[in-house]
């Protein structure tokens, strides 16, 4: 063979060997740049400075997905996201910022199943419907704190103004119930930041995320009953806790047909109570 073709041969193994090292070097930085991002989602640091927004990963079905904070790290702050369990428990809770004529539908299909909820309310809900309320309580359900007015507490970093606006809601409520508020707090939004666990904690609250949730706020954008059974059923997990709004027209039409397809599935409906440790 002439020395032209070695040279051609030598060239051609160069360049698939540059060619080889340039898709392994991408390959590894690009997982190496992934696994920050995630380290960086899925645990925040020890500073807590920054707010965060609760967010979730679900990778498989029936298991409970990946959120941007660990148990371990919330549960030094008093806060919960899921209940770590392989029964087949589950934790309703309810979001209500106003009410729109749904809370009644869900109230009804709640207790037909015998089936203790939280709803997280705010004040302009106390203010307009003190009569549900009111329901919630006799029918043994939990009222929470989801803050007054509804901000984003992230952004609040004085203690006395963190602290007014669960107070302003607790005082509200005993003037309406004439019972003292649990302290359950759920922030709005699911924005939060680690000095605002600190300060719940410092409160006596315990904080509540969640782990299976669905666009459902949209008044004017509501899922199908087909939409809201396939989130609903297909990510459902042991140990979740389940947040809904009551404002959602879909929720309040399906919610009964909802638990009784949960509980063909095997699960209970099971209090805050006692992932916070207390009597129901």
């Known amino acids: 063979m ?71 790290y919330l549960k ?6 899921a209940a770590d369990t392989t029964e087949k428990i589950i934790y309703l809770t309810f979001d209500a910022g106003y009410e729109n004529g749904n809370t009644a539908a869900i109230l009804d299909a709640l207790k037909k199943h015998h089936a203790p909820a939280a709803f997280f309310l705010v004040g302009n809900y106390l203010e307009t419907s003190p009569e549900l309320v009111k329901r919630m309580v006799e029918e043994g359900h939990t009222v929470g704190n989801h803050t007054y007015h509804h901000p984003d507490m992230s952004k609040i970093a004085a203690k006395e103004d963190f602290q007014k606006e669960l107070q302003d809601l607790e005082q509200l409520y005993q003037q309406i119930t004439g019972q003292p ?12 930041s680690e000095s605002n666990l600190k300060m719940a904690k410092e409160m006596g609250y315990h904080t509540f995320f ?71």
């Open 2 to 72: 002439s020395q032209k073709f070695f040279l051609h041969q030598s060239s051609l193994c160069k360049r698939t060997a540059a060619v080889l090292f340039f898709l392994i070097f991408s390959f590894l930085a690009g997982n190496w740049l992934g696994y920050l991002s995630f380290r960086h989602a899925s645990a925040p640091t020890s500073a807590g400075a920054s707010a965060e927004n609760w967010g979730l990963s679900f990778q498989q079905e029936g298991k409970p997905p990946v959120a941007n904070a660990t148990s371990d």
């Open 210 to 280: 969640w782990s299976l949730a669905y666009v459902d706020w949209y008044e004017d954008k509501q899922p199908t009953h087909e939409e809201a059974f396939q989130k609903l059923l297909g990510r459902i997990h042991p140990g979740a806790i389940v947040l809904l709004h009551s404002t959602s027209k879909t929720n309040g039409e399906i919610l009964d047909e909802l638990l009784t397809k949960w509980e063909s599935m095997g699960y209970q409906f099971h209090s805050l109570d006692e992932l916070a440790g207390q009597p129901g």
């Open 181 to 192: 508020l649990k302290k359950y707090y759920r922030p709005p939004q699911g924005k939060y």
């Open 76 to 81: 030094q702050f008093q806060a919960h996201y």
